[in-house]
């Protein structure tokens, strides 16, 4: 076994292992030596990437997919009690290790970053990973999308630093112990988990007070949810933070769009530093200003880290551009929550001078539509003209009259252009009908709607 490999996870079995999160820690182990196996419900690039460092990727969910003399099964909160794998753990007696316990075990005798918050976990997470290596640091990630190619959202690097997404949702980012914790903003999102802020607010203090002795808490100044978090901890933990405010340790200064890119100016130390975000948009200029002062906390030159920073290109569906045709830009966001879409289409606007801006929406999960579902309306109402897909219901039943009409309507309300479609097949056509050269299409959700930027592109190239 390669040194730091868990003896416990030196043979795992991983259910689901093409998620995002799942897939990452599965390609860690295998780079540091275990023998690595697992199940997915279909085949894809992902699992393929998989199977070219050793692994074994079942297609299904079968007991004869769990090989008896596995160390442990690995889950995440998405696996039900029911998966006949589990059910067969069980009777083997073989340990069940949740996917975030997983990772804490990698991340043993490093030194971790932790990045949480509501939005831009991945893209900031993904900034640090790659201004880190190109300061050729070799750190070890785990990021919740892929940077360049499938399987490339982790790595075992050969550095002492680790730079991990930590999850909210499930309160899984309670077992890290990070040197550096990021929290970007604090905002009330999974509503099948957290009835309240109170109790948001309650489980990001739990994960600072996870911080090492001598630690550091980087924090957004801007958005109220951080601003009231720090405001709870009093002082109990290092504290940095950053933004436009004037009380900001690390003050953002200006953001100048220039096109694609960004130039920013942030006061460091009593003294102005100028680096380049080579991705459009505020919130991203935001994300780099949080990788910086993280970095800088761990103990990386400022001047080093922020010219790295402009090796940060993108990450899958953060605002990706999967083509043109007859001169229409297609665009995959990941955006699901309103304040993401709000500031995703506001970026693009920036880009998009006097552009089009055409969206595909897909929600993304029942309560977070009854819950949020005006907001989306309400953020839907910054593109030129929309369509509206049923809800993806990714891990959750249909919730009696909770469908995408609250968005529809709410949009309508906002004086937006909004048309349901509820078969997807139907969508390509629909663009097409739609779309002019100049215009910009987004595909939009934390679903499937991915899937419909490659079919959009041929329909308009037909």
Known sequence: MAPGLPTAMDRPHFIGIGGAGMSGIAKILAQRGAQVAGSDAKDSATAQALRGLGVTVHLGHAAAHLADDASCVVVSSAIREDNPELRRAAELGIPVVHRSDALAALMDGLRPIAVAGTHGKTTTTSMLAVALTELGREPSYAIGGDLDAPGSNALHGAGEIFVAEADESDRSFHTYAPEVAIILNVELDHHANYASMEEIHASFETFVGR????????????????????????????????????????????????????EVTVELDGAPLTFTVSVPGKHYAHNAVAALAAGVALGVPAAELAPALAAYTGVKRRLQLMGEAAGVQVIDSYAHHPTEMTADLEAMRSAAGGSRILV?????????????????????????????????????????????????????????DVTAVHDAAEVPAAVAGMAKPGDLVLTMGAGDVTDLGPRILDRLSN
Do not use: C, N, W
């Open 211 to 262: 911080i090492v002795p001598g630690g550091t808490l980087v924090i957004s100044a801007d958005h109220e949810g951080a601003r009231e978090l720090t405001r709870r901890l009093d002082g109990s933990v290092r504290t940095v933070t950053y933004g436009e405010s004037a009380d900001a340790s690390v003050r953002v200064l200006s953001v100048v769009p220039q096109g694609l890119k960004s």
């Open 360 to 416: 595909v929406f897909q929600p993304h999960l029942f309560s977070r539509t009854r819950e949020l579902g005006k907001e989306m309306g309400h953020a839907l109402a910054l593109a030129d003209a929309s369509l509206v897909l049923d809800i993806y219901p990714a891990r959750e039943d249909p919730i009696p009259g909770v469908t995408s009409e609250l968005i529809i309507e709410a949009a309508r309300a906002a004086g937006a």
